[in-house]
């Protein structure tokens, strides 16, 4: 088990405020002590997840799955040169996977993990709906074992309109009009840091939440796993 220390998040919420080049070159030893935080925490979670998914390996290397945290600008009006957070995407390909993945995305606010396929492309995406088509009490079912573990589907990409071939009167409607087929959950910092080099317990509202590092995402993870497994045996039942 791996914690996120309180010095990665500390690096993370003073780049938020100094975001640019020079100070980043004066901070690049806490960049790369973050980062490699970050990337044992993440190759740990690989470790875990080889256990429970068939399809992950415990030779992926978690260099592979992290993004960069330089920002490509070219064509954005937000001309700041780096993200605020870490993020990586977990697959047999890494962060290039063309289908269901493992996300992960550190802040100094918040982490936030999904589950999916973000954008499939045109024949996995007409897959994906002919299977919520045919088995669409199965999709459902997957459903609600998540809420109650404050995993949510995602609805921000959808379409206003039923996709071609499906009437507005079909039962599963609001989820054949997803783009994206993902589920998300927000992670409590607490549940993940380690401060002062041990385990320790933080009160968060009402609640007392004891660090758990990357056990708790793998957990989280776990729960998600009939989901991606539906989109993967989707996507492949035509093959």
């Given at each position: ?52 998914d068939p399809r992950i390996d ?182």
């Amino acid at each position: 088990m791996i914690h996120i220390n309180s010095d990665t998040y500390a690096f993370l919420a003073d780049l938020k405020k100094h975001n640019e080049r020079t100070w980043f070159q004066d901070n690049r030893v806490r960049y790369e002590a973050a980062l490699h935080n970050v990337r044992a925490f993440v190759q740990d979670i690989i470790y875990s997840l080889s256990a429970i998914d068939p399809r992950i390996d415990s030779t992926i290397s978690a260099q592979k799955c992290l993004f960069r945290i330089y920002r490509d600008t070219r064509f954005s009006l937000d001309k700041t040169p780096y993200k605020t957070h870490f993020s990586a995407g977990i697959s047999v390909n890494g962060r290039k996977l063309f289908g269901p993945e493992y996300y992960l995305q550190i802040s100094a606010e918040e982490v936030f993990i999904a589950c999916g396929y973000w954008r499939p492309e045109k024949d996995h995406l007409r897959l994906i709906r002919q299977e919520i088509d045919y088995n669409s009490a199965t999709f459902q079912a997957l459903l609600p074992p998540l809420a109650k573990a404050d995993i949510i589907l995602s609805q921000e990409d959808i379409l206003k309109r039923p996709p071609v071939g499906y009437t507005i009167a079909h039962e599963a409607l609001a989820y054949l009009k997803l783009k994206s087929f993902v589920v998300q959950k927000k992670v409590p910092i607490a549940a993940l840091i380690q401060a002062q080099g041990s385990n320790y317990i933080q009160a968060q509202g009402s609640n007392y939440i004891q660090a758990q590092g990357s056990d708790y995402i793998v957990d989280a993870y776990k729960q998600m796993l009939p989901f991606k497994q539906f989109l993967e045996e989707a996507i492949e039942g035509d093959s």
